[in-house]
T-cell receptor, first 114, second 111 residues
Framework: SAVISQKPSRDICQRGTSLTIQCQVDSQVTMMFWYRQQPGQSLTLIATANQGSEATYESGFVIDKFPISRPNLTFSTLTVSNMSPEDSSIYLC???????????FGSGTRLTVV | DAKTTQPPSMDCAEGRAANLPCNHSTISGNEYVYWYRQIHSQGPQYIIHGLKNNETNEMASLIITEDRKSSTLILPHATLRDTAVYYCIVRVAGSNYQLIWGAGTKLIIKP
C-alpha cells in the first residue's frame, strides 16, 4: 500500500508569510487530495490535485490562497499564502491506494499562525 | 454534506468488542461503506470497506444490513490503542470521487 511522507510536521509562522507543505508518495498515484482539519473538527477537502492539470478547488478555497503543485505522479505541494491566525489548522494530504481500496494519508502538518 | 450519521461518542471496556453503528439510509447502489479512524494528532487510517457483504480483515469486521441502510464496525477485542475518532463514509469506488467526512464517533477504550 502507498505510504505518504509529509513535511513539515509542524510549524509556527508569522502572519502575512507563506508556508509550503510537501507530500511524497512512495508509488505513483493519479490523484492527490489536500484537506484542512481545524481543532476538534472533521476533515474538509481543500482541493484535488491531478498531475498535469490545475488543481480543482472546493467551495470556499481559492488558488491564490492555497496554490498547489503536482509536478509528477509521486509528489505534491500545498502553499498556505499570506497567512492569518484563522489559517491555524492541521493540513493533510491523501492519495488513493488503488481502485476499490481506501485512501492513505500523510501524518499531517500542524500549523500555528501568530 | 456527509451521507452518514454516527453517535458522537462511545465507551468500551478494554478486551471487549466495540460495536460502532452508522446510518446511511440514502446510500446508492454503487456506493461502498468505508471506515477510517484517526488517532489523536495522526492522519486518518483506513480500516475496512464493503459493498453489501459482511467483511473481515485483521483489524475489524464490517456488518452491513441487508437493505444497506446501516452498518456496524466491530473491533473484536478493543485495546487502549483503539481509542480514536472513527469515521463512516459512503462513496463510489474509484479515484475520481472524494471522501466526505462527517463528525465521526469518538471511541474511548477504558481499562
Amino acid at each position: 500500500s502507498a505510504v505518504i511522507s509529509q513535511k513539515p510536521s509542524r510549524d509556527i509562522c508569522q502572519r502575512g508569510t507563506s508556508l509550503t507543505i510537501q507530500c511524497q508518495v512512495d508509488s505513483q498515484v493519479t490523484m492527490m487530495f489536500w484537506y484542512r482539519q481545524q481543532p476538534g473538527q472533521s476533515l474538509t477537502l481543500i482541493a484535488t490535485a491531478n498531475q498535469g492539470s490545475e488543481a480543482t478547488y472546493e467551495s470556499g478555497f481559492v488558488i491564490d490562497k492555497f496554490p498547489i503543485s503536482r509536478p509528477n505522479l509521486t509528489f505534491s505541494t500545498l502553499t498556505v499564502s499570506n497567512m492569518s491566525p484563522e489559517d491555524s489548522s492541521i493540513y493533510l494530504c491523501s492519495a488513493e491506494r488503488g481502485v476499490d481500496y481506501g485512501y492513505t494519508f500523510g501524518s499531517g502538518t500542524r500549523l500555528t499562525v501568530v | 454534506d456527509a451521507k452518514t450519521t454516527q453517535p458522537p461518542s462511545m465507551d468500551c471496556a478494554e478486551g471487549r468488542a466495540a460495536n460502532l453503528p452508522c446510518n446511511h439510509s440514502t446510500i446508492s447502489g454503487n456506493e461502498y461503506v468505508y471506515w477510517y479512524r484517526q488517532i489523536h494528532s495522526q492522519g486518518p487510517q483506513y480500516i475496512i470497506h464493503g459493498l453489501k457483504n459482511n467483511e473481515t480483515n485483521e483489524m475489524a469486521s464490517l456488518i452491513i444490513t441487508e437493505d444497506r441502510k446501516s452498518s456496524t464496525l466491530i473491533l473484536p477485542h478493543a485495546t487502549l490503542r483503539d481509542t480514536a475518532v472513527y469515521y463512516c463514509i459512503v462513496r463510489v469506488a474509484g479515484s475520481n470521487y472524494q471522501l466526505i467526512w462527517g463528525a465521526g464517533t469518538k471511541l474511548i477504550i477504558k481499562p
